[in-house]
T-cell receptor, first 116, second 112 residues
Framework: DSGVTQTPKHLITATGQRVTLRCSPR?????VYWYQQSLDQGLQFLIQ???????AKGNILERFSAQQFPDLHSELNLSSLELGDSALYFCASSVGHRGGNPGTQYFGPGTRLLVL | LAKTTQPISMDSYEGQEVNITCSHN???????ITWYQQFPSQGPRFIIQGYKTKVTNEVASLFIPADRKSSTLSLPRVSLSDTAVYYC?????????????FGTGTRLLVSP
């Protein structure tokens, strides 16, 4: 158990819909990262937050957005869903650093999204 | 932006040493190299991290040459439970808006 929790574990929805994935980081971790894992794209970094502020952005679509709340939990919002958005979405957390050694990321169990 | 490539798969036997290489030709000055292990339907799990030369912990060693354009994860005396997919991750998570790039992943199969 990494200490990172993600809900829901599974999500089935239809094209065009909007869903919210939730992540609670390990106690004491200030950074939260979101990743997408699909069969054809592998593990893709989406976005990182540090203590409530966006820190780094990867291959995140404009239809996707995220935020980190004052209690440090994070939500990833996926809208106008397409079939190709079906994937495993992982959240990870780390202590977080302003520079240099990024430290260890601890990954949650993931949310499996299926868009029909 | 670093691009990372790894061999798709590797086979080994119990008790052997396994070396998995990741190529990251465009690694930036501040990028660190991290290796993760992933089992089916689970999130990746941290193995080891380094910036240059050699790093060793209780489960693996990481070798990084001077030009840092590649790195090699070394697993000593693998067991059946080491059968998993191994990913390298390259990036600097601390300064500015930097991207984190996972390698393509290497599927390791350990046989008796």
């Amino acid at each position: 158990d990494s200490g990172v929790t993600q809900t829901p574990k599974h999500l089935i929805t239809a094209t065009g819909q909007r869903v919210t994935l939730r992540c609670s980081p390990r106690s004491g971790d200030l950074s939260v990262y979101w990743y997408q894992q699909s069969l054809d794209q592998g593990l893709q970094f989406l976005i990182q937050y540090y203590n409530g502020e966006e820190r780094a952005k990867g291959n995140i679509l404009e239809r996707f957005s995220a935020q980190q709340f004052p209690d440090l939990h994070s939500e990833l919002n996926l809208s106008s869903l397409e079939l190709g958005d079906s994937a495993l979405y992982f959240c990870a957390s780390s202590v977080g650093h302003r520079g240099g050694n990024p430290g260890t990321q601890y990954f949650g169990p993931g949310t499996r999204l299926l868009v029909l | 932006l670093a691009k990372t490539t790894q061999p798709i798969s590797m086979d080994s036997y119990e008790g052997q040493e396994v070396n998995i290489t990741c190529s990251h030709n465009n690694i930036a000055t501040n990028d660190y190299i991290t290796w993760y292990q992933q089992f089916p339907s689970q999130g990746p799990r941290f193995i080891i991290q380094g910036y240059k030369t050699k790093v060793t912990n209780e489960v693996a060693s990481l070798f990084i040459p001077a030009d840092r354009k590649s790195s090699t994860l070394s697993l000593p005396r693998v067991s059946l439970s080491d059968t998993a997919v191994y990913y390298c991750l390259v990036g600097d998570m601390g300064t500015g808006f930097q991207k984190l790039v996972f390698g393509t992943g290497t599927r390791l199969l350990v046989s008796p």
